[in-house]
Each structure stands twice: as structure tokens, then as C-alpha cells.
């Protein structure tokens, strides 16, 4: 597992706080700490790790000879990682993204799936549900979603050569595959070898599903990874509300309307690929949408800001412990797609949570600005 890597004392929150472990002594490198006592004493304190897991400061040595890749780092750092892969991973490798936000650029806006499976020429797929972090790592009961559709070999395409290639050996192969747009298009990617087992929605259900962990995999990876983003900017704006103090009613208020704007955003720009009950009944819709409403970062941190009058991203450094949150940016980088597309005003609420963040608009606006026009 690659950690970033950062030097730090072991923090009174710890499990091993003041033990007589030499990494308790003094400051030391993070992934030294993780190794010395199977915790990750920044980032999930009071939480015995498997021994398996070995964190790894070299993202190089981290990826060497693995089959199977799975980001999960804030989405402003991945396009830097998959720059920094770039030639380092297994040609037949297979990626999942865990990462809740999206890539938004001069041509439009796409998901991290892709942009990971575009740089490093391997198959990605997304994971995203109501997956609060410390409840997973306590392995209390949740359940999420795998989108995984990888493109289908070109029955044109010559065969690849059995055996197990190395990389130089292996050549790009022609697929067909549909991207979010719902475009079919033909794209080269290294194939897997023929005696590698394949990679199908039964072994990602295998690897990731346990009795705390229930995994459902669909064909859908636009809408999960699109779920995933898009919650974030609702639970920002369940967050101001529940701040002002106008309660249940007024949350489940921003919750309804956020969700028909997730609807509206995929089916509107990601066109046929899209499946609507991705949003409404899988957990990578409608239930992220509701955890995260009720205890996630981004609703919590949004409440402290209107109840202490403050920035939130002053409530974000001194609340998250150098975590960051992603519906801030996912506000802006959604808004600055519609804006280009002139379709703020088809958004209400997407735009009410980033003029507020900009601090261009009240929180007391909210409901006017979302208020059905006769
Ligand atoms: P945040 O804690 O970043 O708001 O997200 C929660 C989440 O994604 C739960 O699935």
C-alpha cells in the first residue's frame, strides 16, 4: 500500500500512545509508524490494521508486479500519481477508483476511471457507496458498489500470444468499448495474457465482499463514480442548512432536490452510458447520498462553518487533520462545466452550494434559489 509519506510524532489519539515501541519516541517517518504498529496513527487512529498491509513511501515499488490497482487518494493528487506510473505498472494490470470527484477540463468533464485508464493504458473501474471511513475500518456493517464494464476483445484483433508476456513483449490490442458518453469507439490496450485469470465481476465481488463489506457489481462505472462525486456537493449544502438550525425537514429538502440534479447531470452529459437507478437504488447513489447528509466531512465541516461564522476551509484545517475535502472542489469544478455549457440555472442547488463557498449568496437564499417557479 502506498502512503504518502510525512514525519510526525505518534498523536494522543493513538493506540500506542506513549508506548515503549522506538517509534513512539520522538518523530518518525509515517509509514515506519504504520509497519512498527499496524495503525495508521494520522489518518485512522484507534484502528489495529491487518498485518498484511505494508505501507510503502515508493509508489514505484508500491505498484511492481501488481495485477490489480486500487486508487483511493483525494482526486486533486491523481493526476500527479498516474503521471508518476506512467511505464511502472504491469501491462495487464486492472484498475479500480475509489476517488469521490471528477476531472474536469477544457473539453468537458470526465471521471477519474477514465483518466486513469486513458494515462496508464489499463482497464479501470469504480467503487464508490455509503462508505463512511471509520465505520468501514471498524468493520461495522455497510454496503457499496463496484461499476465495472472492461471493453470487449475485437474479434478483428489478433489473438495475443499465450503465456505470461513481459512488458516489452506485449502489444497493444484493438477493443471496443463504450466510454460515458455512450460513444463506441476503438481503443488499444494491452490485453491480459491468456492463462491470467479473467478479471470479471465475480472476482471483484470476491476480492471486496465480506461479512461487514457487501459488495453489489454493475455495469455502470459512470454512474458510481458520478454518485460518488456529485453527493459531495449536497451533503455541503445539508451541511448550511443544518447549521442555520431548520432541521430534518429542511435537510431532506436539499436532499430531493440534490438527488434529482445527480439524476439530471448524468443522464444530460454522460448520455445513453448512464443507468438512473444507479442514483436510486444502489448505495453508490441514493444511500451515499444519505450517510454522507448525516455524519460525513464534507455536512459536518459545512455545519461548523455557519455555526461558527467561519470559512470552511478554516473548519477544514482545524477539524480534519490535514484530510481534505472534496464537495468544496467538486463545487467549483462542476460549476465551472456549467458555466461553460450555460446551464448553472438548470442546477440550482450545485450552483446555490458554490456561490455560498464563494461567498456570493447567503445561506438563508437556499430555498428561494431552489423553490419550483410557477
Ligand atoms: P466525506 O466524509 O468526505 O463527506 O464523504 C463521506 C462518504 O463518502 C461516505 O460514503
Known amino acids: 500500500m502506498w502512503v504518502f509519506e510525512e514525519k510526525l510524532e505518534v498523536p494522543k489519539n493513538s493506540m500506542h500512545y506513549k508506548s515503549s515501541e522506538p517509534v513512539c519516541q520522538g518523530q518518525h517517518n509515517l509509514t515506519d509508524i504504520i509497519n512498527a504498529l499496524n495503525e495508521n496513527v494520522k489518518y485512522l487512529p484507534g484502528v489495529a490494521l491487518p498485518k498484511n498491509i505494508h505501507a510503502n513511501p515508493s509508489l514505484e515499488d508500491a505498484v511492481r508486479d501488481s495485477t490489480i490497482l486500487i486508487f483511493n487518494v483525494p482526486h486533486q493528487f491523481i493526476i500527479r500519481i498516474c503521471d508518476q506510473l506512467q511505464g511502472k505498472i504491469l501491462p495487464y494490470a486492472r484498475g479500480i477508483s475509489c476517488i469521490k470527484g471528477v476531472d474536469v477540463e477544457e473539453e468537458g468533464v470526465s471521471l477519474f476511471s477514465e483518466t486513469i485508464g486513458k494515462k496508464l493504458g489499463i482497464y479501470c473501474g469504480s467503487l464508490s457507496g455509503a462508505n463512511i471511513a471509520n465505520e468501514v475500518a471498524k468493520e461495522l456493517w455497510c454496503e457499496t458498489t463496484i461499476g465495472y464494464d472492461p471493453p470487449h476483445l475485437d474479434s478483428k484483433a489478433p489473438t495475443p500470444a499465450g503465456g505470461s508476456p513481459s512488458q516489452s513483449q506485449v502489444d497493444l490490442v484493438s477493443f471496443e468499448h463504450k466510454d460515458s458518453s455512450g460513444q463506441y469507439s476503438k481503443v488499444k490496450l494491452r490485453p491480459l495474457p491468456t492463462d491470467y485469470p479473467p478479471i470479471d465481476h465475480a472476482l471483484w ?43 430534518d425537514n429542511a435537510k431532506a429538502a436539499v436532499m430531493r432536490v440534490g438527488l434529482l440534479e445527480m439524476v439530471k447531470f448524468g443522464t444530460q452529459f454522460f448520455g445513453n452510458s448512464i443507468e438512473t437507478k444507479t442514483f436510486t437504488e444502489e448505495s453508490a447513489g441514493v444511500a451515499d447520498l444519505i450517510t454522507s447528509c448525516s455524519g460525513g466531512r464534507n455536512f459536518r465541516c459545512a455545519k461548523l462553518s455557519v455555526q461558527r461564522g467561519a470559512p ?58 431552489i423553490e419550483p417557479k410557477l
Open 205 to 247: 465481488w470476491t476480492l471486496f465482499h465480506r461479512p461487514y463489506f457487501h459488495v453489489r457489481v454493475v455495469s455502470d462505472v459512470a454512474g458510481v463514480a458520478l454518485g460518488g462525486a456529485l453527493k459531495n456537493i449536497i451533503a455541503v449544502a445539508a451541511g448550511f442548512v443544518d447549521g442555520m438550525g431548520w432541521g
Open 312 to 369: 470552511i476551509e478554516e473548519i477544514e484545517k482545524q477539524e480534519l487533520n490535514g484530510q481534505k475535502l472534496q464537495g468544496t472542489l467538486t463545487a467549483a469544478d462542476i460549476n465551472k462545466f456549467l458555466k461553460k455549457q450555460g446551464a448553472e440555472k438548470d442546477y440550482p442547488l450545485f450552483t446555490a452550494v458554490h456561490r455560498i463557498l464563494k461567498g456570493e449568496m447567503s445561506v438563508e437564499d437556499i430555498p428561494s434559489h
